[in-house]
């Protein structure tokens, strides 16, 4: 077999390990994908008719306060001074999310103080005060009280998981964050942006090297490809970022995921919702955001006469879907745990990512643990000081 390592997947925690195979060790390295682009959920592309660039899975906002990745993913892209904020529109009025004195003296028509603020909250949040909340509905109410939590929180939550939050379990959520200033920056990361040329791009310069064959349309179970798991077997280390259970054809039972279905749409005008996300938490409204993509490039030269919008619709993933976030129920993490030994016992294969350790990984989340894993069993395994397992 003409390879010295196999990497299932093209996403971000594939094509770190495949750089730095290639690169650090000169390493011929195969990279297969059953989607026909490469990058994963983190691909993007521009819409044909505005040429405005699409995130194909969702809106996808780097940041990080990492400074090994930092230092890495600047290697192969720039980042551009774009710092996500997001809004919600509940009964026809547009607030600041996350939570914050902004949105507490537009809801209670007030002008609070950060202390006046945080005893209103402390007094409305006294509801479920000394019980100990059985569910996601009581748990939202005792840590931002009733107002706050039915405004913002519980249908939003309730069409997320098409479930009333009375019938999900309180630990989904273990805080809500409530900020008593005006800022209402999404992230608070030492570094934030979005690729000067596009999620692409950078993807594309990470598999640029001529020991990095990248193949696509390629499943890993489907025995007629070159590279198929029953072909490579014990022939040829595996990094393998698919999901988990399929590896052990469900042996041990499906994991369960939540899903996101996409509508996109080109409207005739040159902005649409004035920014790049809107929530929509109120349950007359069939999906729970508005993407607006020519926002996360207003450096970019786009038309001034068309814009390109996507709304996001949730729900629990059937087989076949793609799958997105991990529920991460009781079930799910007892399987989880009942398929260890049959990872253990796989001497030749790695398992990477978010969906070969069924966790949600933020993209420097998935570039970060690929480092790790780079240098913890692939640098000592291929210097030929340890085994690969
Ligand atoms: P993936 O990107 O999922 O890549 C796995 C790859 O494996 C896929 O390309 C898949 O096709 C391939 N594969 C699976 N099975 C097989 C098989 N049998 N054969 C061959 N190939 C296979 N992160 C952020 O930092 N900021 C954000 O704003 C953000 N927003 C997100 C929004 C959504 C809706 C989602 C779902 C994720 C978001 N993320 C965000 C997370 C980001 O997408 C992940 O960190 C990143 O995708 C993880 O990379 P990965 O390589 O582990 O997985």
Same mark, same amino acid.
């Given at each position: 077999?003409?390879?010295?390592? /196999?990497?299932?997947?093209?996403?971000?925690?594939?094509?770190?390990?495949?750089?730095?195979?290639?690169?650090?060790?000169?390493?011929?390295?195969? /990279?297969?994908?059953?989607?026909?682009?490469?990058?994963?959920?983190?691909?993007?592309?521009?819409?044909?008719?505005?040429?405005?660039?699409?995130?194909?899975?969702?809106?996808? %906002?780097?940041?990080?306060?990492?400074?090994?990745?930092?230092?890495?993913?600047?290697?192969?892209?720039?980042?551009?001074?774009?710092?996500?904020? /997001?809004?919600?529109?509940?009964?026809?009025?547009?607030?600041?999310?996350?939570?914050?004195?902004?949105?507490?003296?537009?809801?209670?028509?007030?002008?609070?103080?950060?202390?006046?603020?945080?005893?209103?909250?402390?007094?409305?949040?006294?509801?479920?005060?000394?019980?100990?909340?059985?569910?996601?509905?009581?748990?939202?109410?005792?840590?931002?009280?009733?107002?706050?939590?039915?405004?913002?929180?519980?249908?939003?939550?309730?069409?997320?998981?098409?479930?009333?939050?009375?019938?999900?379990?309180?630990?989904?959520?273990?805080?809500?964050?409530?900020?008593?200033?005006?800022?209402?920056?999404?992230?608070?990361?030492?570094?934030?942006?979005?690729?000067?040329?596009?999620?692409?791009?950078? %993807?594309?310069?990470?598999?640029?090297?001529?020991?990095?064959?990248?193949?696509?349309?390629?499943?890993?179970?489907?025995?007629?490809?070159?590279?198929?798991?029953?072909?490579?077997?014990?022939?040829?280390?595996?990094?393998?970022?698919?999901?988990?259970?399929?590896?052990?054809?469900?042996?041990?039972?499906?994991?369960?995921?939540?899903? %996101?279905?996409?509508?996109?749409?080109?409207?005739?005008?040159?902005?649409?919702?004035?920014?790049?996300?809107?929530?929509?938490?109120?349950?007359?409204?069939?999906?729970?955001?508005?993407?607006?993509?020519?926002?996360?490039?207003?450096?970019?030269?786009?038309?001034?006469?068309?814009? /390109?919008?996507?709304?996001?619709?949730?729900?629990?993933?059937?087989?076949?879907?793609?799958?997105?976030?991990?529920?991460?129920?009781?079930?799910?993490?007892?399987?989880?745990?009942?398929?260890?030994?049959?990872?253990?016992?796989?001497?030749?294969?790695?398992?990477?990512?978010? %969906?070969g350790t069924y966790k949600y990984l933020d993209m420097h989340m998935a570039i970060g643990s690929a480092l790790t894993m780079f240098e913890n069993k692939l640098r000592p395994h291929f210097a030929g000081t340890a085994a690969?397992?």
């Open positions: 077999m003409n390879t010295d390592l /196999v990497v299932v997947g093209s996403g971000f925690f594939g094509l770190t390990i495949a750089e730095r195979c290639a690169r650090e060790f000169g390493l011929n390295v195969t /990279v297969i994908d059953r989607r026909s682009h490469i990058g994963g959920n983190a691909y993007s592309e521009n819409e044909p008719q505005t040429g405005i660039e699409v995130h194909r899975y969702g809106s996808h %906002l780097f940041h990080t306060s990492n400074e090994r990745v930092w230092e890495y993913v600047n290697r192969f892209t720039a980042f551009t001074n774009y710092q996500h904020k /997001v809004y919600t529109s509940h009964k026809g009025e547009v607030y600041p999310m996350p939570i914050n004195l902004g949105t507490i003296n537009q809801f209670f028509r007030s002008s609070y103080g950060p202390d006046e603020a945080r005893a209103l909250i402390r007094e409305q949040s006294a509801e479920f005060a000394s019980t100990n909340p059985e569910n996601l509905n009581d748990k939202g109410i005792s840590l931002i009280g009733r107002p706050l939590y039915e405004a913002f929180i519980k249908n939003y939550t309730a069409k997320q998981w098409q479930t009333d939050p009375k019938d999900l379990p309180a630990e989904i959520i273990s805080r809500l964050p409530v900020r008593y200033t005006y800022d209402n920056r999404y992230f608070n990361d030492t570094h934030e942006g979005l690729p000067v040329d596009g999620y692409t791009a950078w %993807l594309e310069r990470m598999a640029d090297h001529p020991k990095i064959d990248v193949r696509l349309d390629t499943d890993f179970f489907d025995d007629s490809q070159e590279f198929s798991k029953n072909n490579v077997a014990g022939q040829v280390p595996v990094v393998y970022t698919g999901p988990i259970d399929r590896y052990f054809d469900f042996s041990e039972g499906e994991l369960s995921w939540r899903t %996101l279905d996409f509508e996109e749409e080109v409207l005739p005008t040159g902005d649409f919702q004035g920014t790049s996300v809107m929530n929509y938490p109120d349950l007359d409204v069939p999906y729970t955001r508005i993407h607006e993509f020519r926002h996360f490039h207003p450096e970019r030269d786009y038309p001034r006469d068309a814009t /390109v919008i996507m709304r996001e619709f949730s729900r629990f993933a059937q087989s076949g879907d793609e799958p997105y976030y991990p529920i991460n129920t009781t079930e799910d993490r007892e399987r989880l745990l009942a398929y260890r030994p049959a990872i253990k016992a796989e001497k030749d294969v790695l398992f990477g990512g978010r %969906l690969l397992q």
